[in-house]
């Protein structure tokens, strides 16, 4: 595996960070993570901008124009020999010292991996995920809002952890008012009758592409799209629920807390959802 590292390429064994990184010594810095499908590189523009915005919000500088970023990373994948996997682009504070202060850190480390994915099993797809409410919840907004895709993800980890102790792979995480968020890794959605819902950005979740992308193929097969506040109510008494994310894609729910959703088993919309989906991952990005 080839790995970009601040303009060059390495191996795997190589391919190395500074322990004085304040990406490592803080988690200071921003990531995304981006899918490719029989070569094309999904929604390549709207992970870069996303990226942009995480480094603006944390008035980060990264080293490049978007269209080199771009192109580095359809390089990556082609030096990989890559059609099908996933990419992780890392652009941290780079190299300070001891300090929290970030103007000690004059050159921002840029990371780019480009791998083959681990896919979900099939299995979880087919007869859904149960998940369970977290006492952790998700970052104030006022202190570290969820739409910055920072390095920070100690928030989501310690969910996830809960979550796992439980016996659960999946942690639903609320707000601190009590609505319900998102999970460690991915948007929330739930169907009520011809209504689809998700948690709008205000009440502390990240802006998901996958969810983005949901919701025009939702507005295409005639659904109502709401972003609305909700609680863990609505979600119990919910037809469908389904989850979100670069990684899982759509992943339907069938238990939240114990009750299961609908009928228990992965819903008729939820269904016809991903097989829409799964058709537009080789259109919607750029080619490799
Ligand atoms: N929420 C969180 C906390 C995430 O880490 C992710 C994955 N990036 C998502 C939601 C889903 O976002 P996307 O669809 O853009 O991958």
Not at 44 to 54: A, M
Not at 117 to 134: A, F
């Amino acid at each position: 595996m080839l790995i970009y590292v601040n303009g060059q390429y390495y191996s795997e064994e190589e391919a190395k960070v500074s322990v004085l990184d304040h990406g490592y010594l803080y988690g200071d810095g921003v990531f995304e993570g981006i899918r490719m499908y029989s070569g094309c590189i999904f929604k390549l523009r709207e992970h870069i901008d996303r990226l942009y915005d995480s480094a603006r919000a944390i008035m980060l500088r990264i080293p490049m124009e978007k269209s080199e970023m771009e192109s580095a990373i359809v390089e990556t994948v082609r030096k990989n020999g890559l059609t099908d996997g996933y990419i992780r682009v890392v652009v941290s504070r780079g190299v300070g010292d001891l300090g929290l202060d970030p103007r000690k850190c004059p050159n921002p480390t840029v990371v780019i991996i480009a791998d083959r994915i681990k896919l979900y099993p099939e299995e979880l797809y087919q007869n859904g995920l149960s998940i369970i409410t977290v006492p952790t919840r998700r970052n104030l907004p006022e202190a570290l809002n969820p739409q910055i895709k920072s390095l920070n993800y100690l928030n989501n980890i310690l969910a996830k952890i809960e979550a796992i102790h439980r016996g659960y792979e999946e942690a639903l995480m609320l707000n601190q008012e009590g609505y319900v968020a998102e999970c460690t890794g991915d948007n929330i959605f739930m169907l009520k009758g011809k209504s689809l819902i998700t948690p709008p950005t205000s009440v502390g979740v990240l802006k998901g592409i996958t969810a983005r992308t949901v919701m025009g193929i939702a507005i295409d097969m005639g659904l109502e799209v709401r972003e609305e506040r909700f609680t863990r109510y609505d979600l119990y008494t919910a037809d469908e629920v389904f989850l979100t994310g670069t990684a899982a894609e759509i992943i339907p729910v069938v238990k939240v807390d114990d009750r299961p959703i609908g009928d228990g088993r992965p819903g008729p919309t939820t269904w016809e959802i991903i097989r829409r989906f799964r058709k537009i991952t080789t259109e919607d990005g750029v080619k490799i």
